[in-house]
């Protein structure tokens, strides 16, 4: 082999090493930050607020003389990955010095003065990146809920076994791992259930803020049936923004169960397999994603079946491009493809032509697609 050729792929395996232990590290780091509430403390300092490890560790209840050794440990990885950003900030401390008296360097009795030490320490503020998990002052929300349903014990155990779904047929990661599906798992361990709920919760709020500035076809409804709606975020989002609209949220029973109240949104239980409450208008939020082809049209006729002439099937998913690249639009939809893989049988993501050939499957006349923002869409089916 080439002695240049052979020296550049030696310098690749260093700098990928790096790479693919911060694939792991980095996300315990995130979350460890996040338990410790160190993006929260940062915030509370005020805009533009940068503190040391010293400084995080006053705020956090810990025994651990060394904590701020082990905190700083952790900032450094979260900056050098964007989460944080750094610079150094230098000051002076007083430390006391005894002056020796006498011949024999007794120092009793000896005078004392303190030196100024120069001391340079790092300091942490928000980022970008990290202002997304710190709740939003007009409504709590944030992403912290999402990142730790994906970073949760339960998910995670799922994908050690991702590998079997490439070598066993009908596998699902998640069933395999934990003996049920994820949504009886879910309705089994109240945790979960409360884990799984807040995290769909605060990213519908975040998602629906982009589609209430771009799609306007809520306006001209009358009444709205959220299927598989949770526990009606985004529901009463719409009806706040538009309380003309009848609000109907549709979802299991274990879900509704802890839905809380809101203007203008009836809660109703039930299975979408089986029948869905008649309406003008039927959203599905995130649904599609969770089943194979089989289940979608079995849920899509059933949707058929509720709508009058002239009713609407709104669904609203991440869809995969044409053009596959390391963007936004690649990753927001690839990155759940591949959680949908572990967690749903038959769950994936989908491009444009695969939801029109399910509208067209389902008796649906006509399919029409609204871009919203990084690869989410609204997709309307029209009976």
């Known amino acids: 082999m080439d002695a240049k050729l052979e020296e550049a792929n030696n310098g690749c395996y260093i700098s990928e090493a790096g790479n693919l232990g911060r694939l792991i590290c980095l996300p315990m780091a995130l979350r460890a930050a996040i338990e410790l509430n160190v993006f929260n403390i940062i915030s509370e300092f005020g805009p533009g607020a940068q503190l040391s490890s010293q400084d995080l560790v006053a705020k956090i209840p810990t025994t651990n ?3 701020h050794i082990y905190l700083e440990r952790i900032l450094r990885l979260l900056a050098a990955s964007s ?3 750094v610079t150094t900030r230098t000051s002076s401390k007083s430390s ?3 002056i020796i008296n006498g011949r024999n360097g007794n120092i009793n009795g000896g005078d ?3 030196d100024k030490k120069v001391v340079t320490e790092r300091v942490y503020g928000l980022t970008k990146e990290s202002r997304c998990l710190v709740p939003r002052e007009e409504d709590g929300v944030s992403l912290v809920p999402m990142l730790m349903f994906v970073a949760d014990k339960v998910v995670v155990e799922s994908f050690y076994n991702l590998k079997e779904v490439v070598l066993r047929q009908g596998c699902v990661p998640f069933d ?3 003996g049920v599906s994820i949504f009886e798992y879910a309705g089994k361990e109240p945790r979960m259930n409360k884990v799984f709920n807040e995290a769909m919760g605060d990213f519908s709020v975040v998602a629906f803020d982009e589609v209430l500035k771009v ?3 809520f306006v001209d409804m009358k009444e709205l049936v959220d299927v598989g709606g949770g526990i009606g975020t985004s529901l009463s989002n719409i009806v706040a ?3 003309h609209i009848r609000g109907i949220n549709f979802d299991l029973s274990h879900v509704i169960s802890v839905a809380p109240n809101y203007p203008g949104v009836e809660h109703v239980a039930g299975d979408m397999f089986e029948e869905l409450p008649k309406a003008q208008n039927i959203l599905l939020k995130w649904v599609l994603h969770d089943w194979d082809d089989e289940q979608c049209l079995k849920l899509l006729k059933n949707c058929w079946n509720s709508l009058p002439e002239g009713g609407k099937v709104i669904v609203i ?4 491009p044409s053009e596959i690249g390391d963007n936004a639009e690649s990753f927001n939809a690839l990155t759940p493809d591949l959680l949908m893989m572990a967690l749903n049988p038959g769950g994936k993501e989908r491009n444009l032509v695969e939801f029109y050939d399910l509208a067209n499957a389902t008796g649906f006349t006509k399919a029409k697609s609204h871009p919203i923002s990084q690869g989410l869409h609204v997709i309307e089916f029209h009976k």
Request: glycine content about 4%.
């Open 65 to 67: 003389p060394n904590a």
């Open 83 to 85: 989460f944080l950003s």
């Open 96 to 98: 006391p010095t005894s």
């Open 112 to 114: 004392q003065h303190h």
């Open 176 to 178: 395999m791992t934990h």
């Open 215 to 217: 799609y306007n076809g």
């Open 241 to 243: 923004k538009y309380p």
């Open 317 to 320: 998913e991440f869809v995969i």
